[in-house]
């Protein structure tokens, strides 16, 4: 179902000035009761920049996304007790579609952004050097394509990475070996080439690697054996040796 409402242009212009924030909802033209920080406010409205991108929301998930509730009890999202900021949005196996709006940058204080097994599609053009705190980046099964984005390489705390079955490309880009609370990588199923990074072995945390079913080559460095605490690895369907 297609929503209607305010463009992203329009969002950033009122992020920018609307220091008292009357929040007008998609749609609704409805103002809250009570006024609120702005710092919420740039968590709602980036919230309502998602809503504006989805084409498509099969089962009705965001219908509660509105100012009849706080944003904190919206479906899918969790917002710390104290300050009432968003630290995760799990909207994952809704088959939600549409484009992801690069305005969840916003979503500062936010630790895991899962929408696996969604519909959403395009270029993944969140500045991710504005989620200092993201530990769970979790986009398997959708149609993303493009670079895995390098501004992940300022995620530090990042420990789950899963682009399962999407449409990335490129190579792997040897930032990763720099994230070292790195745990988990799911790559399986892109349209990833070059070699493997020889500076995954720097992930001593690291426990599951999956980058099969890509487009990989090269040897698989020795080095990866140095990672203590890897339990699952696999290249399978690669050109590897």
Same mark, same amino acid.
Request: net charge negative.
């Given at each position: 179902?297609?929503?209607?409402?305010?463009?992203?242009?329009?969002?950033?212009?009122?992020?920018?000035?609307?220091?008292?924030?009357?929040?007008?909802?998609?749609?609704?033209?409805?103002?809250?009761?009570?006024?609120?920080?702005?710092?919420?406010?740039?968590?709602?409205?980036?919230?309502?920049?998602?809503?504006?991108?989805?084409?498509?929301?099969?089962?009705?998930?965001?219908?509660?996304?509105?100012?009849?509730?706080?944003?904190?009890?919206?479906?899918?999202?969790?917002?710390?007790?104290?300050?009432?900021?968003?630290?995760?949005?799990?909207?994952?196996?809704?088959?939600?579609?549409?484009?992801?709006?690069?305005?969840?940058?916003?979503?500062?204080?936010?630790?895991?952004?899962?929408?696996?097994?969604?519909?959403?599609?395009?270029?993944?053009? #969140?500045? !991710?050097?504005? =989620?200092?705190? &993201?530990?769970? @980046?979790? $986009?398997?099964? +959708?149609?993303?394509? *493009?670079? /895995? %984005?390098?501004?992940?390489?300022?995620?530090?705390?990042?420990?789950?990475?899963?682009?399962?079955?999407?449409?990335?490309?490129?190579?792997?880009?040897?930032?990763?070996?720099?994230?070292?609370?790195?745990?988990?990588?799911?790559?399986?199923?892109?349209?990833?080439?070059?070699?493997?990074? #020889?500076? !995954?072995?720097? =992930?001593?945390? &690291?426990?599951? @690697?999956? $980058?099969?079913? +890509?487009?990989?080559? *090269?040897? /698989? %460095?020795?080095?990866?054996?140095?990672?203590?605490?890897?339990?699952?690895?696999?290249?399978?369907?690669?050109?590897?040796?």
């Amino acid at each position: 179902m297609a929503t209607t409402g305010w463009s992203p242009q329009l969002l950033g212009f009122l992020l920018c000035f609307s220091s008292f924030a009357f929040i007008v909802v998609l749609g609704q033209g409805e103002v809250p009761s009570a006024p609120v920080s702005l710092s919420n406010v740039t968590d709602q409205f980036a919230f309502l920049s998602f809503k504006f991108l989805v084409t498509k929301d099969p089962h009705n998930v965001l219908s509660n996304w509105n100012s009849n509730i706080s944003f904190c009890d919206w479906t899918g999202a969790s917002c710390s007790c104290g300050s009432q900021r968003v630290v995760a949005l799990n909207l994952s196996e809704n088959a939600l579609e549409g484009t992801l709006s690069p305005y969840i940058s916003n979503l500062s204080f936010s630790q895991v952004l899962d929408l696996s097994t969604d519909s959403f599609h395009g270029q993944l053009l #969140v500045d !991710f050097s504005r =989620l200092p705190l &993201l530990a769970n @980046l979790i $986009i398997s099964t +959708n149609n993303f394509q *493009g670079l /895995i %984005p390098q501004m992940l390489s300022r995620c530090r705390r990042l420990q789950v990475l899963s682009t399962i079955e999407n449409e990335f490309y490129g190579s792997i880009s040897e930032f990763l070996g720099s994230l070292l609370e790195l745990k988990h990588i799911n790559l399986y199923g892109n349209r990833l080439a070059g070699t493997i990074p #020889v500076t !995954f072995a720097n =992930l001593s945390k &690291l426990e599951h @690697l999956n $980058i099969g079913q +890509n487009y990989m080559h *090269g040897k /698989i %460095p020795s080095e990866l054996g140095s990672i203590t605490h890897l339990t699952f690895f696999s290249v399978e369907m690669n050109n590897l040796t």
